[in-house]
């Protein structure tokens, strides 16, 4: 199949990239770089061994730039990643999270439908739960009140697919609900590149690995968890980058409406991976006790058995390799694509 990739030179697009050509699909990207680089997918056509992946510096907001990109290619399905993803930012940002998720993804929709491709595999996130109702989190579990406008995005984004589908039945949707992606592509040469101080805990512990932050603060460690700190199911980014492509087998046979849990169905807590990045790695991470961050939930961790089920889709990596993975891309690219 032909695949349009949006946001496909961020973190999980570009190794999603890599699964969709070693499975015998093509893609082309459209990104508006705003927090990746065209680095990326350099490094990506690399490791596939092609001359260039396709590439639209287009915002899914224009609508003329996304005819444009119809114009010039046809599409089987749509692999959506594009979108705006850090939480503390849609707090202090919410229209320019709603404005970019939400009026992108809607311009998006309309553009492909006017063009009669109606799939699509959008990115969704175990936020959809909020504080959830039930561990292990299955997807029959309701979808929670967000506690910030990213999470509300993807909730609200869901509701807006799911009744275009049961209107238009020649629909096919897929939401994948992401746990927390971690890890980088065995080969070190992709991998996540956050811009600033990190958000997330795996990239904040590679940039203490790396000397680029003193130590880490693990935010509480007084939750309801076997050791205090958080709990969350991590999974191997190119786990969840194959999940797309088993995703993808799903909509060429028509599935209509789907939504899947993408996770390793494992809790680890922040001392958990603390412990396992030093020993896999050899390398000491300082780290000290903060407050607790305002919405954090103590616990948070997938079933992952329909996706298993219903894809043949299971993770294979564990916690080591992930640290592993994370560790050989920040070692060998301190700086992230700006390395040199
Ligand atoms: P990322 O920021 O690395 O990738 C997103 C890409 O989308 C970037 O390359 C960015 O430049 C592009 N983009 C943003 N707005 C755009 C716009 N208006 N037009 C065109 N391109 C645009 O993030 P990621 O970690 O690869 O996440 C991919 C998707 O998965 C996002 O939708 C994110 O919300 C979702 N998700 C991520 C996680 C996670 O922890 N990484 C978890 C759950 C869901
Ligand atoms: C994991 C654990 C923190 C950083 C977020 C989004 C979610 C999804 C994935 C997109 C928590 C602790 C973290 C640090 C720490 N993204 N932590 N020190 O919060 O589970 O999920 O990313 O959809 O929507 O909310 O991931 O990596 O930020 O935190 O102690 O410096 O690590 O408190 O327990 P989270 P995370």
Known sequence: MNILVTGGAGFIGSHTLIELYSAGHTAVVVDNLSNSSQESLRRVAKIIGIAEIPFYNVDIRDREGLEKVFACHHFDACIHFAGLKAVGESVAKPWEYYDNNISGTLTLLDVMRRN??????????????????????????????CSNPYGWTKSMLEQVMTDMQHADTEWNVVLLRYFNPIGAHQSGTIGEDPNGIPNNLMPYITQVAVGKRPELGVFGNDYDTPDGTGVRDYIHVVDLARGHVAALQKVGQGSGLSVYN????????VLDVVKAFERINGVRIPYSIKPRRAGDIATCYSNPEKANRELGWKALYGIDEMCRDSWRWQSQNPDGYATK
């Not at 699509?120 to 175990?126: L, R, T």
């Not at 993408?262 to 807590?269: D, F, I, P, Q």
């Open 116 to 145: 009669g491709c109606k799939s699509i595999i959008f990115s969704s996130s175990a936020t959809v739960y909020g504080d959830p109702a039930e561990i292990p989190i299955s997807e029959q579990c309701p979808k929670g009140q």
């Open 262 to 269: 993408l996770g390793t169905g494992h809790g680890y807590s």
